[in-house]
């Protein structure tokens, strides 16, 4: 357990110096601790005083829990079958983020030539923002048609019926946000 925590304090302590762009010497003299105790620290093999910790959670702006936590990792890469992806009137919607955003849905959308896919109204108050990337995508939305080719946007209420549609010879991709309007608002 206490080598668990040095060697957790000395990862972090390293990774958060580095992602400050300091060298051991610039975060010592900030810390205000001798340098051969900040190389300890990172080496693993020092037991710090609260004192020395105090010092080094101040100078790094973080909380000593996250000094002697589980170091976190910088990123995870989600591969594409990981991600949420469903068929609709032949058309693919991928989720592009793994996680939910609260209040948007972020999706991909790929329409293969001559596809037609109709939207979900949401609720009252929904804003839906399209792009298109490539093709042309051709969008209906409460009695009015929207051509979009690629780098348009077009933003409408996504609370009444609309569909999309590929007139196009080629596959088109779009991306969709709808920004849900808030319950009970």
């Known amino acids: 357990m206490a080598r668990d925590i040095a060697l957790n304090l000395a990862e972090n302590i390293r990774q958060l110096r580095e992602t400050r762009g300091l060298t051991q010497d610039q975060a010592s003299k900030l810390a205000q601790v001798p340098r051969p105790t900040w190389a300890t620290l990172e080496s693993g093999s020092s037991n710090p005083t609260l004192s ?13 829990e ?19 992806t469903r068929q609709r009137g032949g058309v693919t919607v991928r989720r592009l983020l793994p996680e939910q955003l609260a209040g ?4 991909r959308m790929q329409l293969p030539p001559g596809t037609h896919m109709r939207g979900v109204p949401h609720t ?32 409408f209420r996504g609370d009444q019926k609309h569909a999309y549609h590929n007139p196009g010879t080629r596959d088109a991709v779009a991306y969709s946000v709808v920004a849900l309007a808030p319950i009970g608002g």
């Open 66 to 84: 996250e000094l002697i936590g589980p170091p976190r990792s910088i990123g995870r890469i989600y591969r594409r079958d990981e991600l949420r």
């Open 104 to 107: 948007l849905e972020i999706e």
């Open 52 to 64: 020395v910790l105090v010092k080094i959670s101040s100078a790094l702006q973080v909380s000593i």
């Open 124 to 155: 009252p108050g929904t804003r839906e923002y399209l792009t298109c990337e490539r093709g042309t995508v051709h969008l209906s939305a409460g009695g009015e048609t929207f051509d979009l080719a690629p780098g348009d946007v077009v933003v």
